[in-house]
């Protein structure tokens, strides 16, 4: 009996397959998104203020750093929790990959988060005119807790080593 259940426990690892491979679609949507962006920059660059057009730049770094963390989420999740990835060593294979162990893996997820929320943040300052002080300030509060979040991470776990 023991051995049935630990064989159907290594077994169901498999179920994360197809959320790991969701997430592929999650990085098609988002460059969709990206181009709709990049075609409003284009399209709308002569006509819209300088502080507009930085902020859709934003935009587009805050879309493709979300891209980023998402493909590296899922390859390394996939990696770690259902199995080896079998790509070719033809030097079109990321050097991270294959090294991202969970612990690695959570404190890039936290400086990724860290990089995001300031991007936001930063469109939040430079269109300060939209948004209530209040609402501001909460926007700060929520970018320290993150920032303080990856500090204790990557302090806690140089603790354990």
């Given at each position: 009996?023991?051995?049935?259940?630990?064989?159907?426990?290594?077994?169901?690892?498999?179920?994360?397959?197809?959320?790991?491979?969701?997430?592929?679609?999650?990085?098609?949507?988002?460059?969709?998104?990206?181009?709709?962006?990049?075609?409003?920059?284009?399209?709308?660059?002569?006509?819209?203020?300088?502080?507009?057009?930085?902020?859709?730049?934003?935009?587009?770094?805050?879309?493709?750093?979300?891209?980023?963390?998402?493909?590296?989420?899922?390859?390394?999740?996939?990696?770690?929790?259902?199995?080896?990835?079998?790509?070719?060593?033809?030097?079109?294979?990321?050097?991270?990959?294959?090294?991202?162990?969970?612990?690695?893996?959570?404190?890039?997820?936290?400086?990724?988060?860290?990089?995001?929320?300031?991007?936001?943040?930063?469109?939040?300052?430079?269109?300060?005119?939209?948004?209530?002080?209040?609402?501001?300030?909460?926007y700060v509060i929520i970018h320290l807790t993150f920032v303080v979040s990856a500090f204790a991470m990557g302090f806690l776990d140089r603790l354990k080593k």
């Amino acid at each position: 009996m023991e051995r049935l259940i630990e064989g159907l426990l290594y077994r169901a690892r498999w179920l994360l397959a197809p959320i790991y491979l969701g997430l592929s679609l999650a990085v098609v949507a988002l460059g969709v998104k990206f181009f709709m962006e990049l075609y409003h920059l284009l399209v709308e660059s002569p006509f819209i203020s300088e502080a507009s057009m930085i902020l859709i730049v934003l935009s587009l770094i805050d879309i493709a750093m979300v891209g980023g963390l998402i493909v590296m989420v899922m390859m390394s999740g996939y990696e770690n929790f259902v199995s080896q990835l079998d790509v070719e060593e033809d030097g079109d294979k990321p050097n991270w990959l294959g090294k991202l162990d969970t612990s690695s893996l959570k404190a890039k997820i936290a400086a990724s988060i860290v990089a995001i929320s300031s991007i936001h943040l930063l469109k939040k300052f430079m269109g300060l005119e939209k948004i209530e002080h209040y609402d501001l300030m909460w926007y700060v509060i929520i970018h320290l807790t993150f920032v303080v979040s990856a500090f204790a991470m990557g302090f806690l776990d140089r603790l354990k080593k």
